[in-house]
């Protein structure tokens, strides 16, 4: 049985979320509600995927309570306002058909069309209306994406509040230590998205050498890689049998593993 990650204001989230980057309508609406039938308890969309109305309808039709389902959803990366962050939650919890979502999440420090781009002070007016709508109901807990040490200390010195979450890009041979690092000393759960390096490394020789010795697939030894290292994986797929897989981690990766599998920087780009 995974253990729920918790973050340091007393949140359970389920461990292994269901992600849906880049999972089209009709085959995100199955593959969420496959991922309820299997156990998943923790589904993972934004509003710049297109698909929230998608997850939202699997949940209402697999018939188990709201309550029990963890579901996350982030604000665009453009949005950098009040208005702007008040209205498109709004239109977020219209598109899932829900009364409040458990995590919602800065989706970038800057605009995706604009990468880098200096935006301290539009974050920190929406990291403001977050924490708004926290009080009122709507969020149950707030978090970042893609954000760096530099891009949560304004948001602390500015409102006392640290996010609880911080969702970046994860997997083996790419674990970005310093933002891991600055998040595990200040309690701020990391959760991986993009755990099979979106696919690009489930091909890989060296790692199914490794995966043989669990008797796993590459993808399980990679989301296991995650959870040993204390991150909480999102892997996404759109198929009834991998996701079923996904969920059958639960085995600890020897030491010597886990370090072999640290000293493999950048192999996403071998094969």
């Known amino acids: 049985m995974l253990k729920d990650f918790v973050t340091y204001d007393g949140f359970a989230i389920p461990a292994v979320g269901l992600g849906t980057w880049q999972s089209k309508i009709g085959d995100c609406y199955n593959a969420v509600r496959w991922a309820l039938d299997a156990g998943y308890r923790h589904i993972d969309t934004a509003y710049d995927y297109g698909n929230e109305s998608d997850v939202g309808r699997a949940i209402r039709d697999s018939r188990i309570p709201r309550e029990q389902i963890f579901v996350t959803t982030k604000l665009p990366s453009h949005v950098k306002d009040e208005v702007g962050a008040k209205a498109h939650l709004a239109q977020s ?122 008797n796993a697939t590459v993808a399980q030894l990679c989301i296991a890689y995650c959870l040993n290292k204390g991150t909480l994986p999102l892997p996404k797929s759109v198929n009834k049998e991998r996701i079923e897989q996904n969920l059958a981690v639960d085995f600890v990766i020897s030491p010597e593993d886990i370090a072999y599998l640290d000293g493999l920087e950048g192999i996403e780009s071998h094969r």
């Open 93 to 214: 919890l219209h598109n899932l058909g829900t009364e409040y979502v458990d995590l919602y999440l800065i989706h970038a420090p800057w605009p995706w069309s604009d990468v880098g781009k200096d935006c301290t002070e539009g974050n920190i007016a929406a990291w403001k209306t977050m924490l708004e709508m926290q009080s009122r109901g709507l969020i149950r807990c707030c978090g970042v994406s893609n954000f760096l040490p530099s891009d949560i200390r304004p948001l602390l010195a500015a409102t006392g509040t640290m996010p609880a979450v911080n969702q970046i890009r994860y997997f083996v041979g790419n674990t970005q230590r310093e933002t891991t690092s600055f998040c595990e000393e200040n309690g701020i759960v990391v959760e991986a998205y993009s755990p099979l390096a979106t696919g690009n490394i489930l091909d890989n020789r060296v790692l199914a050498e490794v995966a043989e010795r669990y």
